[in-house]
């Protein structure tokens, strides 16, 4: 098959790319290495690919023809980014969308996955959160992320082109975001970690979260990939472990000095992901679980 993947060169895009690619198919890539939060960007060279702006509508148009399957991931993809710069969220994640959208529409794409965020709940929402529960956006980046669900279903209802949303919650594993203040916390925990430095924890540190390695996800987002599979069309569907963890549990256990630092705005108390339908649509269960990964990584930083 024939595959293209936008934001092909960051974290969870890129662990696609070469899933793909491994498994012998033909897969492009879109990527403006936009991230300040990586430390580099992983351009696989047996991809076809392009440094685009899925803003530039033109310019990507052309390389959808013959493409059987789109993973969207491309987006301005943290809370704290997308509160200091809100339009940059609003034309990246709701612009963006629409022209991957329209672009595979008229290239008669069979299928988009579109990556979404768990961050759609808020707070009003009781753990396990489940996909039919009403959204509670707290800030531009779940707002925009959100908007881009309901263009991938509405695509799908008015002009038949299937659409899948996952709905992650908080993703780590290898070529995590490792840079700034507001990159991912585990990815923080282990830099400063690896700089000898405490490890800052927002708030209270009971805040818990349901962690779910990248390669999970990777998962996930091939078996939505089968046409074959029409269950999972038109659907929101939740990727996570189905538990959770403070974060002061996580610093536990990277086993090193740590401090508390101030409670930042738009964030919820607690995600923690009912996994029902997405078992039941693909069989699917976690493989990776994260104490191992954390004891592994902490080892290697000894």
Same mark, same amino acid.
């Given at each position: 098959?024939?595959?293209?993947?936008t934001?092909?060169?960051?974290?969870?895009?890129?662990?696609?790319?070469?899933?793909?690619?491994?498994?012998g198919?033909?897969?492009?890539?879109?990527?403006?290495?936009?991230?300040?939060?990586?430390?580099?960007?992983?351009?696989?060279?047996?991809?076809?690919?392009?440094?685009?702006?899925?803003?530039?509508?033109?310019?990507?148009?052309? *390389?959808?023809?013959?493409?059987?399957?789109?993973?969207?991931?491309?987006?301005?993809?943290?809370?704290?980014?997308?509160?200091?710069?809100?339009?940059?969220?609003?034309?990246?994640?709701?612009?963006?969308?629409?022209?991957?959208?329209?672009?595979?529409?008229?290239?008669?794409?069979?299928?988009?996955?579109?990556?979404?965020?768990?961050?759609?709940?808020?707070?009003?929402?009781k753990?396990?959160?489940?996909?039919?529960?009403?959204?509670?956006c707290?800030?531009?980046?779940?707002?925009?992320?959100?908007?881009?669900?309901?263009?991938?279903?509405?695509?799908?209802? *008015?002009?038949?082109?299937?659409?899948?949303?996952?709905?992650?919650?908080?993703?780590?594993?290898?070529?995590?975001?490792?840079?700034?203040?507001?990159?991912?916390?585990?990815?923080?925990?282990?830099?400063?970690?690896?700089?000898?430095?405490?490890?800052?924890?927002?708030?209270?540190?009971?805040?818990?979260?349901?962690?779910?390695?990248?390669?999970?996800?990777?998962?996930?987002?091939?078996?939505?990939?089968?046409?074959?599979?029409?269950?999972?069309?038109?659907?929101?569907?939740?990727?996570?472990t189905?538990?959770?963890?403070?974060?002061?549990?996580i610093?536990?256990?990277?086993?090193?000095?740590?401090?508390?630092?101030?409670?930042?705005?738009?964030?919820?108390?607690?995600?923690?992901?009912?996994?029902?339908?997405?078992?039941?649509?693909?069989?699917?269960?976690?493989?990776?679980?994260?104490?191992?990964?954390?004891?592994?990584?902490?080892?290697?930083?000894?």
């Amino acid at each position: 098959m024939r595959y293209l993947v936008t934001g092909g060169a960051g974290f969870i895009g890129s662990n696609i790319v070469d899933c793909l690619l491994n498994l012998g198919n033909e897969v492009v890539v879109i990527d403006n290495e936009s991230s300040d939060a990586n430390e580099q960007f992983y351009w696989n060279e047996k991809a076809e690919n392009y440094k685009y702006d899925i803003c530039e509508y033109d310019k990507i148009f052309p *390389l959808f023809k013959g493409v059987d399957v789109v993973f969207h991931l491309a987006a301005e993809a943290r809370i704290q980014p997308c509160i200091i710069n809100p339009k940059k969220a609003i034309e990246t994640n709701v612009k963006g969308t629409f022209n991957i959208l329209e672009c595979s529409r008229h290239n008669n794409v069979k299928r988009v996955i579109y990556s979404s965020t768990s961050s759609a709940y808020g707070l009003k929402n009781k753990v396990p959160l489940k996909e039919d529960m009403p959204k509670d956006c707290l800030n531009p980046y779940s707002v925009t992320k959100t908007c881009g669900e309901e263009l991938c279903l509405m695509y799908y209802k *008015l002009y038949g082109m299937e659409s899948v949303v996952f709905r992650y919650f908080n993703v780590y594993g290898p070529r995590q975001p490792l840079k700034g203040q507001y990159t991912p916390v585990i990815g923080i925990f282990l830099r400063q970690k690896k700089n000898k430095e405490p490890l800052t924890i927002v708030g209270d540190g009971l805040q818990r979260r349901d962690f779910t390695h990248v390669e999970d996800i990777v998962n996930a987002n091939y078996l939505a990939s089968n046409l074959e599979n029409k269950k999972c069309v038109g659907e929101i569907i939740n990727v996570g472990t189905g538990k959770n963890f403070s974060i002061l549990e996580i610093a536990k256990m990277i086993d090193y000095e740590y401090l508390f630092i101030p409670p930042r705005l738009g964030e919820s108390r607690e995600t923690l992901a009912s996994t029902k339908k997405l078992k039941k649509i693909f069989n699917w269960k976690p493989i990776s679980k994260i104490e191992k990964y954390i004891k592994d990584q902490a080892k290697e930083l000894v």
